[in-house]
């Protein structure tokens, strides 16, 4: 004998589609809020998000391994490396050996890197970190659970962890100058 499924009620269906709605506006604001945030942050300081994250924890202390960077970031180490190569590209940070223990290369701010946080925001990183960690446990799983059925539903499959909004520059490294215009010239058929 073959059953069929009965059909929801309309205040079921409705209610389904409701909370669907929901939870597609909260992702949306989500997205657009760390978006504007993280584009914010490259227009006013000329880097990206995840190198001023990496410039702020260095801030707080004297220096760090690119491992301590790596925690601090919940991420993993060879990404933190190649975003301290871009920030000691542009002078913004220093790798030196450790003076506790020489065998371990740590990282530091420049002068550069110091005067450039004087001015920056705070990345939207920092921000969804601190709002993460202050999420009640069962709320964060909560969050881990839905999360992770969105990327099942759409069979994604986890890269390597990066940092958030860490792309290759589109732009030059230095920071911005909001003021300065840039003119092009006309490329002219020969």
Do not use: C, W, Y
Request: overall charge positive; aromatic content about 2%; cysteine-free.
């Amino acid at each position: 004998m073959r059953v069929t499924p009965r059909n929801p009620d309309p205040r079921s269906r409705r209610r389904s589609a409701e909370v669907r709605a929901q939870a597609l506006e909260r992702l949306r604001t989500l997205i657009s809020a760390l978006s504007h945030s993280a584009r914010a942050v490259e227009r006013s300081t000329g880097i990206t998000n995840a190198q001023l994250f990496l410039l702020q924890q260095l801030a707080e202390v004297e220096s760090l391994s690119v491992n301590d960077l790596a925690a601090r970031a919940r991420t993993q180490q060879s990404t933190v490396s190649i975003v301290v190569a871009r920030l000691v590209r542009a002078g913004l940070a220093a790798k030196h050996k450790s003076a506790a223990d020489g065998r371990i290369a740590v990282v530091s701010l420049t002068p550069k890197g110091r005067r450039l946080l004087r001015h920056a925001p705070v990345p939207p990183a920092s921000a969804l970190l601190r709002a993460i960690e202050a999420l009640p446990v069962r709320e964060a799983q909560a969050l881990a659970d839905g999360v992770d059925a969105l990327v099942r539903a759409l069979d994604l499959s986890p890269p390597e962890a990066t940092m958030l909004f860490e792309h290759a520059p589109a732009r030059r490294s230095g920071p911005a100058h909001p003021h300065r215009t840039v003119t092009r010239s006309k490329k002219r058929s020969t």
